[in-house]
């Protein structure tokens, strides 16, 4: 039976954007590298945070976002709603608290009760937010640059990351002082779900990332050109620009996830997968080039991330053995077309765009034009057996992609 999940933007509406990251990754982590001494930055680095600080040079990529929103699935229209789910191609693939896990390397967990910080029951309060007037972000960084005494800078430098990073936002937006009080004892600070809060954070905003409604500006409309023209409808707005928007939290885990589910991305080079023992998975890649609107668009193979058992050992990861909540939904035939919005006429343009796409080995043969490709793919203890491209059909020539076979698990 084929699953009735709709595009929440159709695809006759889609239009280029350029979605800003408001995790201050790279700012924050320069900061506290230069404030802190040598013992103060090995503490940090046997922290629940200290794996992060290797993601200073990773760069945001908005074309991979954005495309990956674009191809959001309308919430009214799926079932069991875990996370963010998204329609690629003829798959149904979703976003969830356990691929933001594997990615980040975050505690989850059930939130701890945090009593609130006053002058009486907090030092750090006492000492460097005295006044009862609401600290911002830009509050924090100045306490956190001027302080003089080692142990409070590294507190402060917790609440810090933690606050200028996972749950990323406007530099003139209030802080929950509760952290500073949560930060006096930094065995329980270690111990507190992350995770969990940058992903309730991170997630809230996807949902409300690509609508019209929540950004109070009309979405940009296509103009439509006549038939014969050839031309291509119109995807920006009319100052030429595409449009902007925010993305609060840790946007940076979902693009990884991005990453690892769409495979062509590092066949096409604007991705680099790097092989090392590094755990967690957002240290194992970096991004290459930049990648076009069309170019992700046209994307239509997915793959799933699945723990290792390596993964699962980790105390990051709370969900045992079970890993077969991600499964990927497909939508078949006729009918999964008229769901999903997608008229075969945009599938050919997909197929003769794609055709023309730079891949990393072209060849100088040719196969004929795909109707269907199937991945297989198995589970195995620490990884997924290679996957087979099965290709065949009829119609126009295009180029063979060689998709790269790495370690996928």
């Known amino acids: 039976m084929a699953c009735k999940a709709k595009l929440m933007i159709p695809e006759d509406e889609k239009y280029e954007g350029k979605p800003f990251a408001l995790s201050h990754t790279r700012t924050a982590i320069t900061t506290i590298k230069a404030k802190f001494n040598t013992q103060q930055l090995q503490r940090f680095e046997g922290s629940c945070f ?13 074309q991979i976002v954005h495309g990956l929103l674009m191809r959001k699935a309308d919430p009214k229209t799926v079932t069991q709603v875990n996370g963010i789910k998204f329609i690629v191609g ?24 945090i009593p609130k910080a006053t002058n009486e029951n907090c030092s750090l309060k006492r000492k460097y937010f005295s006044s009862n007037k609401p600290a911002t972000l830009s509050d924090l960084h100045t306490a956190f ?25 406007e530099k003139h937006v209030l802080i929950d002082m509760r952290y500073l009080k949560l ?39 296509k103009r439509k050109m006549p038939k014969q023209s050839g031309k291509r409808a119109q995807t920006r707005m009319r100052s030429g620009r595409p449009r902007e928007y925010i993305i609060r939290g840790f946007g940076f885990a979902l693009q990884i996830w991005a990453f690892e589910v769409f495979p062509a991305l ?41 723990p290792t058992d390596i993964e699962k050992q980790q105390p990051y990861w709370s969900w045992g053995d079970d890993d077969n909540e991600e499964e990927i939904v497909e939508l078949f035939g006729d009918e ?56 065949g059909g009829l119609g126009t020539e295009f180029v063979t992609w060689k998709l790269l076979y790495r370690r996928t698990v």
């Open 50 to 62: 200290g794996h992060l600080l290797l993601i200073e040079d990773l760069k945001w990529n908005s």
């Open 90 to 113: 003829n798959k149904l693939i979703q976003f969830t608290a356990q691929q933001f896990c594997l990615i980040t390397g975050l505690r989850f967990g059930k939130l701890p009760f």
């Open 145 to 169: 640059i001027e302080c003089t005494d080692d142990e409070d800078a590294l507190k402060l430098g917790m609440v810090y990351f933690a606050i200028f990073v996972l749950l990323g936002s």
């Open 183 to 221: 930060a006096e004892d930094l065995e329980e600070f270690d111990k507190y779900p992350w995770g969990a809060v940058s992903y309730a954070m991170t997630n809230a905003s996807l949902l409300r990332a690509v609508c019209a409604e929540y950004q109070r500006v009309k979405v940009p409309q």
């Open 266 to 306: 590092e066949a096409l080079h604007f991705t680099v997968h790097e092989d090392n023992r590094h755990i967690p998975r957002i240290l194992h890649w970096r991004s290459n080039t930049v990648a076009r609107f069309r170019e992700v668009m046209s994307q239509v193979d997915v793959q799933l991330l699945r």
């Open 336 to 391: 999964a077309e008229e769901k999903t919005g997608t008229s075969s006429e945009e599938k050919d343009a997909d197929v003769e765009e794609t055709a023309t796409l730079p891949s990393s080995s072209k060849g100088k043969g040719s196969v004929n034009d795909v109707r269907s490709l199937k991945h297989q793919l198995r589970s195995t203890k620490d990884q997924l057996e290679s996957y087979v491209v099965q290709i």
